[in-house]
């Protein structure tokens, strides 16, 4: 079945130091990717997604590119801000579009002034 | 707010007890769905609707697990003889009928079962 496979956390990070959140997912054909975010006492949002190989998607800053070949969908930003403290999850889409969204574990950051 | 709604957002009860829990979702949406969140764990999916019809539901849905979606707009879910290990935040989300496009979440009902 799908699954996705994110690297544990928590990570904990300077203000302005680059942030690489590791997602790595496996699926038949050519799933959907999202990254979503959950900010402490609020639901999950949607960050951001990519639908076909070598799409990247962006957002606040944040960018993921969907590699096909090493089915991975890294999440990275170059400058962090106190702000972007929150659970970072990865998920997917199955092709076939009749499945729902499965998750990853999630990845906590902490960016500290 | 057009946004996914629950209701309540926390429910505390007594091993043994039902309780019920509502989503109201984005008007427009035809798939709900219905996940539970752990402490320190991605949401599990546990069941979905396209429109009234229930499409799927996953193992983690037991036998004391039942969800409606009736008339195709808000839905219920509804755990009977509840255990401990059924604390957990229960997230229902929406979306429209397509691979790429994303869920919409509510912020959850968190249960604790004492």
């Known amino acids: 079945g799908n699954s996705v496979t994110q690297m544990e956390g928590p990570v904990t990070l300077s203000e302005e130091a680059f942030l690489t959140i590791n997602c790595t997912y496996t699926?038949?054909?050519?799933?959907?990717l999202f990254w979503y975010v959950q900010y402490p006492g609020e639901g999950l949002q949607l960050l951001l997604k990519?639908?076909?190989?070598?799409d990247k998607g962006s957002n606040k800053g944040f960018e993921a590119t969907y590699r096909k070949e090493t089915t991975s969908f890294h999440l990275e930003k170059g400058s962090v801000q106190v702000s972007d403290s929150a659970v970072y999850f990865c998920a997917l889409r199955g092709s076939s579009g009749n499945t729902p969204l499965v998750f990853g574990k999630g990845t906590r950051l902490s960016v500290i002034a | 707010d057009t946004g996914v709604s629950q209701d309540p957002r926390h429910k505390i009860t007594k091993r043994g007890q039902n309780v019920t829990f509502r989503c109201d979702p984005i008007?427009?949406?035809?798939?709900l769905y219905w996940y539970r969140q752990t402490l320190g764990q991605g949401p599990e999916f546990l069941t979905y609707?396209?429109?009234?019809?229930?499409?799927?539901k996953s193992r983690l849905l037991s036998d004391r697990f039942s969800a409606e979606r009736p008339k195709g707009s808000f839905s219920t879910l509804e755990i009977q003889r509840t255990e401990q290990g059924d604390s957990a935040m229960y997230l229902c989300a929406s979306s429209l009928e397509s691979r790429s496009t994303e869920a919409f979440f509510g912020q959850g009902t968190r249960l604790t079962v004492v």
């Open positions: 699926a038949t054909g050519y799933p959907s």
């Open positions: 609707f396209q429109n009234e019809a229930q499409l799927e």
């Open positions: 008007s427009e949406h035809n798939r």
């Open positions: 990519a639908t076909k190989a070598d």
